[in-house]
Structure formats: C-alpha cells, structure tokens
C-alpha cells in the first residue's frame, strides 16, 4: 500500500438524501494531495452525488440533504462559518459538458482572479491567465486568440479551458466529473496527460465511467455501488487483485 500521507480532504460517514430518497449511504474516504483518486462504479451508483458533497455542490439542489462531516485541511466544510464562494475557489469544479463562459478566452480564465481579488492589475491578470493556460496545456494553441470567444474553441479545448479557469484561483483539490466523456479519444488523452501533469500540484478526484481510464489516471480508487463505496484502495490492487466479489465481477465486465 502507498504511504498516505496528511489527508487534504476527508469525508466521514457521509449519508445524502434527495427528499426522502437515499442516494449515498455512510460512505467514508480520504483525498490526498499526492494522489489522483478515481470513483468507478456503474451509472446511478453515487459517484458523482458524493464528488458534489466536497465542495458542496448540492447545496444548489433544493431537496438535497448531506449528512456526516467532510474536512478541508481538518476545516468542516459543512460549518456555518465556511464562506462557500471561497470554498469553491479552494475545491474547483470540471464538469462533464465544457461550460465556458460566452466570453473571450481570456475573461474566462480571467474572471475568478478577478473577483476574488487575486490580481493587483493588468499585468499580473496577464501572468495569471498566461500562467494557468499553460498548466492546462493550452497556451500554444490560443495565444494569439484570446479575444476569441471561448465558445469557439472545439470540445477538448473547451474543456481544457475550464481547467486553466479552475486552476486560475489557486485552489487546492480540482474536482473532475466525467471529464472525458464528451469528448474524442485524442482530446480525451490530452485530459489524461493533463491529469498527469497536475497531479501532486493539486489534490484531484475524477468520476469517471471508463476503467481504462482509472487505470491510467489515478493511484487510489474508490469503487461504488448502489449509493455504497464497496471497496478503496491502490488502483492497481482494485484492478489485479480486487478483494470484493461486487468489485471484481464489476471490473470483469459482468455488470455495469
């Protein structure tokens, strides 16, 4: 087993409720700053209901009602005290659909610097949005462009974009959602090669469909099931030499 260092997140008997529908039950994990950790598991089995809780993304679900505690840095992020705007600076979000702005290229990466005052003026914004474009791989590409309309730009691109606009504030945990799976295999490797580069910079956790794809990206994973995690660990051991019934039949194929 990898040594796990201080956890950067850890969520603890976490219980979520949609109305009186339970969608994740007691589910408990540790994020950690030196590992991609990847949530497998079937459609509908949770996995992208608990990535929401870390950064309390269900909060903009009316019925939605998160139960047991999640810590930043041993910080509850679910106190009263927490500011959630700044928690979503902290815990960045990258959604499964591209969602630029309908703005240039530069105002997308531009706009979160901006508004929580992370830039003094022009030319440290330029820093920032040159800075965070190259981390996302993207700076070559659009360079001369920034005016352009971030809409324009194809699939993987776009997507590309919203990481260097996450990565933009600084946070400390990027969230990916099914990041690749609107996208073509070639843009989706350079996700992946992304995922790579970012990594240990970052504490990152990817929902993802594809086990290829958790078997490329991530050191830890963590397989649900019907709303529960049955089993967490190094991916490697999770793949080869999984301990569950549930996760090995999942991982053959016999479900999914």
């Keep these: 087993m990898t040594d796990i260092s201080t956890p950067k997140m850890t969520a603890r008997g976490i219980n979520v409720f949609y109305g009186d529908k339970q969608a994740i ?3 408990s994990i540790d994020i950690t700053q030196e590992d991609v950790t990847a949530f497998i598991g079937p459609s ?20 939605a009602r998160v139960e047991g505690q999640i810590a930043l840095d041993g910080e509850d992020i679910y106190a ?6 700044q928690l979503r600076a902290r815990v960045g979000m990258v959604f499964q659909k591209p969602n630029p702005f309908p703005k240039s290229i530069y105002e997308n990466v531009a706009y979160g610097p901006r508004i929580h005052g992370l830039a003094t003026g022009k030319a440290e914004l330029d820093q920032i949005v040159e800075k965070s474009l ?20 194809s699939g993987g691109q776009q997507q590309r974009l919203c ?35 970012l990594r240990g910079r970052y504490a990152i956790a990817i929902v ?16 649900f099931h019907l ?14 030499n999984p301990r569950e019934t549930r996760t090995k039949d999942y991982i053959t194929g016999r479900y999914g």
């Design 25 to 27: 039950n007691d589910v």
């Design 44 to 63: 509908g089995c949770g996995k992208s209901t608990f990535l929401r809780t870390l950064n309390r993304m269900n909060d903009t679900i009316a019925n």
């Design 80 to 85: 009263s005290s927490m500011d959630v705007v």
């Design 134 to 153: 190259r981390r996302a791989g993207l700076w070559d590409e659009v360079k001369d462009r920034l005016a352009e309309s971030g809409t324009a730009l």
């Design 163 to 197: 990481i260097a606009r996450a990565i933009a504030v600084n946070p400390e945990v990027i969230l990916m959602d099914e990041p690749c799976s609107a996208l073509d295999p070639i843009a989706t490797a350079k996700i992946e090669e992304l995922i790579h580069e």
């Design 208 to 223: 993802t469909h594809n086990m290829q794809q958790a078997a490329r990206v991530s050191q830890r994973t963590a397989f």
């Design 227 to 240: 709303g529960t995690l049955v089993e967490y660990g190094d991916t490697s051991e999770i793949f080869t």
